[in-house]
């Protein structure tokens, strides 16, 4: 498998569509079992937690739209910047607007797996002329 954007574009939808379903199965194929991502209150999120989190529920997507902005391949890694308009809950608490995120794909073997991410909250800019 030649790694290349238009495959790692394919993966990312399948992973909103893997977010909005809770399809455990391909979460747990396609992030590899040492992950480490930032979320944006700044802890660590584990494949363990994140699978945890589909499996009971706990995360839940009502809306997700992307914004690809970028995606770079370096030999055997796909680096993905994505915005996403989003709408659900995480940990009971509401989870609402624009977030950036930077994604890590590595190529292992056939296999590509999430390594890594972090994503943030854009904030608007408010009109300071107003």
Same mark, same amino acid.
């Given at each position: @498998?030649?790694?290349? $954007?238009?495959?790692?574009?394919?993966?990312?939808? $399948?992973? /909103?569509?893997? %977010?909005?379903t809770?399809? /455990?199965? =391909?979460?747990?194929?396609?992030?590899?079992?040492?992950? =480490? +991502?930032?979320?944006?209150? &700044?802890?660590? %999120? !584990? $494949?363990? @937690?994140? /699978?945890?989190a589909?499996?009971?529920?706990?995360?839940?997507?009502?809306? /997700?739209? #992307?914004?690809?902005?970028?995606?770079?391949?370096?030999?055997?890694?796909?680096?993905?910047?994505?915005?996403?308009? !989003?709408? &659900? !809950?995480?940990?009971?608490? #509401? %989870?609402? &607007?624009?977030?950036?995120?930077?994604? +890590?794909?590595?190529?292992?073997?056939?296999?590509?797996? %999430?390594?890594? &991410?972090?994503?943030?909250?854009?904030?608007?800019?408010?009109? $300071?002329?107003?």
């Amino acid at each position: @498998m030649l790694l290349n $954007k238009e495959l790692v574009l394919q993966l990312e939808y $399948k992973l /909103i569509e893997a %977010i909005k379903t809770s399809d /455990i199965a =391909f979460l747990k194929n396609h992030l590899h079992d040492e992950l =480490f +991502f930032v979320a944006p209150d &700044g802890s660590i %999120i !584990t $494949k363990a @937690m994140d /699978i945890m989190a589909h499996q009971s529920r706990q995360m839940q997507v009502e809306y /997700i739209e #992307p914004f690809f902005e970028d995606v770079k391949i370096m030999q055997d890694t796909a680096v993905v910047l994505v915005d996403y308009e !989003t709408k &659900g !809950t995480m940990l009971g608490n #509401p %989870i609402e &607007g624009r977030f950036r995120y930077i994604r +890590f794909w590595k190529q292992f073997h056939q296999d590509l797996k %999430i390594i890594g &991410g972090s994503c943030h909250q854009l904030k608007l800019l408010e009109n $300071k002329y107003q």
